[in-house]
């Protein structure tokens, strides 16, 4: 009988659901380590979800958890901690793992635990679902319902870590929910778009781009590579990149080329796509470029349920309007509609202002998801030119770096 297959599936299941948990055989230790194995596999995922599985793991859980028997149960929680992680870890699960009752479970015995490998795999697993902003709203709840100082919560795990990594998946949690201020930052996060040409030469240009976009080039962008930010959903469409213009993306699209043109300081530019129920996860820009730039979103077409979010503020684009942003602050986007995408203008210009108004923090070491420019190059490059095979209009050299750069600034 196959390791995954329906009957055998069946039969691990039993065997958690069924065996006593004083087993001196072990019997559902091995039963999970085998469904930890199938679960790796994601195409696995909805055929275990369908059987029950998130559902019967969350619930024993909670048996797992009594304290006569706490000692004899760490290995069963630490590897349902693990089949768990695997599920919040694939976006389109995470959803379901909120209606089974998964976080007040994880809140609960997080709370309980002693710093261990167990309690980080748990942390690990919240952090996943935290980081969905379709599902993180729910988590803050549970730690007011489930813990009576939430306070004194977070400062035992933060300063008792089992490991620096279960303290980074922890700090994450907070940011992601806001159950703490730290990831704002003092500094100017919004501009005026009304004060700066360069919106004004968009917006006024707004049909035209519109158009273009709609009649050439839908068909013709491709999947963002970092998919640590958006794993499936996002998809772009290289203009310009360092002040080179990508050949083969400009001439489908020569109106909209020949109005980015007009933009005095304009570096990269390019269409930005969101699928529906897309969210691009928080981040900040890239160290030794993000500093050297303020980037602006005209919008294309937005529909309802779109929003981008700046250093904790909230705005949603509108049709033939720009926003302006200082990407050295935290930010991430998403499209919360079910039926339709989102398509803005992205265009980064040189910045001119006052650099005490920026995020500080990012000048000292890059903090928070940033790479080097020279290292993204390197990272990207393969993927660039086999996805593309584009021409740019200058030297062989910048033709390589703008083809590699094109998909790349976020």
Not at 33 to 45: F, G, N, S, T, V
Not at 188 to 204: G, N, P, R, V
Request: with cysteine; glycine share 4%.
């Amino acid at each position: 009988m196959e390791l995954d297959s329906p009957e055998k599936l069946d039969e691990l299941i039993d065997t958690i659901v069924e065996t006593e948990n004083t087993d001196p055989e072990r019997k559902v230790v091995k039963a999970l380590m085998l469904l930890q194995k199938i679960a790796r596999k994601e195409d696995k995922h909805e055929l275990l979800y369908k059987k029950g599985l998130v559902k019967i793991l969350v619930e024993k859980l909670s048996e797992w958890i009594v304290v006569e028997q706490f000692e004899d149960q760490t290995d069963k929680r630490n590897l349902t901690a693990r089949v768990l992680s695997l599920f919040a870890e694939a976006e389109t699960f995470q959803e379901k793992m909120i209606e089974c009752g998964t976080v007040p479970v994880l809140v609960d015995i997080i709370g309980k635990l002693p710093a261990s490998v167990e309690r980080k795999n748990m942390i690990r697993c919240l952090c996943f679902l935290s980081e969905n902003v379709f599902v993180r709203n729910h988590i803050p709840q549970y730690f007011e319902q489930s813990v009576d100082d939430v306070q004194a919560y977070i400062t035992r795990i933060k300063d008792d870590p089992y490991d620096i990594d279960e303290k980074e998946f922890f700090v994450d949690i907070l940011k992601n929910t806001e159950m703490t201020l730290e990831m704002y930052q003092p500094g100017k996060a919004w501009y005026d778009a009304s004060q700066f040409a360069a919106c004004k030469i968009l917006e006024d240009n707004y049909h035209i781009i519109r158009e273009e976009i709609e009649e050439y080039a839908r068909l013709q962008m491709i999947a963002w590579p970092e998919k640590y930010l958006c794993k499936t959903g996002w998809d772009v469409l290289g203009m310009f990149a360092f002040e080179n213009k990508i050949g083969i993306n400009c001439e489908q699209c020569p109106k909209t080329a020949e109005i980015l043109s007009q933009i005095d300081g304009m570096t990269t530019a390019m269409f930005s796509c969101l699928k529906p129920r897309t969210h691009i996860k928080p981040h900040i820009g890239y160290y030794q470029y993000s500093e050297k730039i303020l980037r602006m979103h005209l919008g294309v077409i937005i529909p309802d349920g779109c929003v981008m979010k700046v250093n904790g503020e909230e705005r949603t684009w509108e049709e033939g309007k720009c926003l302006l942003f200082d990407d050295t602050f935290r930010h991430e986007a998403w499209n919360a509609n079910y039926e339709k995408t989102r398509i803005i203008m992205l265009v980064d210009i040189i910045f001119e202002g006052n650099v005490e108004d920026r995020n500080q923090e990012f000048f000292k070491d890059g903090m928070d998801n940033t790479l080097d420019s020279e290292a993204l190059v390197s990272k990207y490059l393969l993927h660039a030119l086999g996805s593309l095979g584009a021409e740019t209009d200058n030297t062989k050299d910048r033709d390589t770096h703008a083809t590699a750069m094109e998909n790349v600034v976020p």
